[in-house]
C-alpha cells in the first residue's frame, strides 16, 4: 500500500479566478487559455469567474455566507495553486478581484499563484499589487505573469495571433504545474512533520 502511494503522484489542483465584469473580458479568455494548458501538463483545474459568481462586499464583522460565498471558499480550500486574472484598473487589479482575496488569508500559505493582467500598459504596478496581497498572506508567486493587451495581442475573431505571448502561455501553465507541485508538496510535508523552524509551523491545526 505504502509503496502504490510512492507511485501515484497525485494531480495538482490549479484554481483560475476571473475577475472581469465584462462578458466578453479578455483576462478572463486569457485565464480560460492557460487553464486548458495547465490542464494538459497533468493538474485538474477549476474556474471561479467573478462575473457570474459575484461575491458580497467583503464584511468582517457580518460576513454574509452566500451560495456564491460558499463556492468560492470550497474552490480555494481545494485548490493547491491559484492563477488571478484582472484587467487593469487605473494601475491596479479590479474591485471584485481585491474584494475576492479579502476572504482569505491563512488559506493562501504555501500555494502558489500566478497572475495575468489585460492592460494597455504591460499591467506591471497591477501585477506589483497582485504579488503584495499574495506576498502578505504568505503564498508564493510565479517570478513573471501573463500580460495581454486585448488591442494587438487579440485578432476579431478574438483568438491569440501574438506568437510569444503563446510561448510565455505555454511557459506559464507548465511552470505553475511544477513549481506549484514542489512548494505545495513541501509545505504539505511541513505541517505534517514536527519540525519547528518554518513558517508552515504557524498553520498546523
Ligand atoms: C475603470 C477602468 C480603468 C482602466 N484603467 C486602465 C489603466 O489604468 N491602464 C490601462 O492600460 N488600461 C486601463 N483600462 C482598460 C482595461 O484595462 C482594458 O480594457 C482591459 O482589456 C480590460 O480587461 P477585460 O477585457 O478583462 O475586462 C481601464 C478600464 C476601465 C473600465
Known amino acids: 500500500m ?3 502511494r510512492l507511485l501515484v503522484k497525485l494531480r495538482l489542483k490549479v484554481l483560475g479566478v476571473g ?3 465584462n462578458k466578453e473580458s479578455f483576462s478572463t479568455e486569457t485565464l480560460k487559455i492557460v487553464l486548458e494548458r495547465v490542464n494538459q501538463n497533468d493538474a485538474d483545474t477549476k474556474l ?3 462575473n457570474n459568481t459575484p461575491l458580497p462586499i467583503y464584511n468582517h464583522n457580518d460576513s454574509p455566507e452566500t451560495i456564491h460565498v460558499n463556492q468560492a471558499v470550497d474552490m480555494v480550500n481545494w485548490a493547491d495553486a491559484i492563477i488571478l486574472a484582472t484587467p487593469d484598473y487605473h494601475g491596479s487589479m479590479s474591485g471584485s478581484l481585491k474584494n475576492f482575496l479579502d476572504y482569505f488569508w ?3 500559505a504555501g500555494k502558489t499563484f500566478g497572475c ?3 492592460s494597455h500598459e504591460k499591467g506591471l504596478t497591477v501585477m506589483d499589487q497582485m504579488r503584495t496581497v ?3 498572506c504568505y503564498g508564493w508567486s510565479l517570478p513573471y505573469g501573463i500580460s495581454i493587451n486585448s488591442g494587438q495581442d487579440f485578432n476579431e475573431k478574438r483568438e491569440i495571433i501574438n506568437e510569444s505571448l503563446l510561448v510565455r502561455l505555454d511557459y506559464f501553465a507548465r511552470d505553475l504545474v511544477v513549481y506549484g507541485g514542489l512548494i ?3 509545505f504539505k510535508k511541513d505541517l505534517k512533520s514536527t519540525i519547528n523552524n518554518s513558517y508552515a509551523v504557524r498553520y498546523r491545526e
Open 2 to 4: 505504502a509503496q502504490w
Open 19 to 21: 475577475s472581469s465584469m
Open 116 to 118: 495575468i493582467c489585460a
Open 106 to 108: 491563512s488559506e493562501f
Open 48 to 50: 471561479l469567474n467573478l
Open 184 to 186: 505545495r508538496e513541501q
Open 134 to 136: 499574495i506576498r502578505q
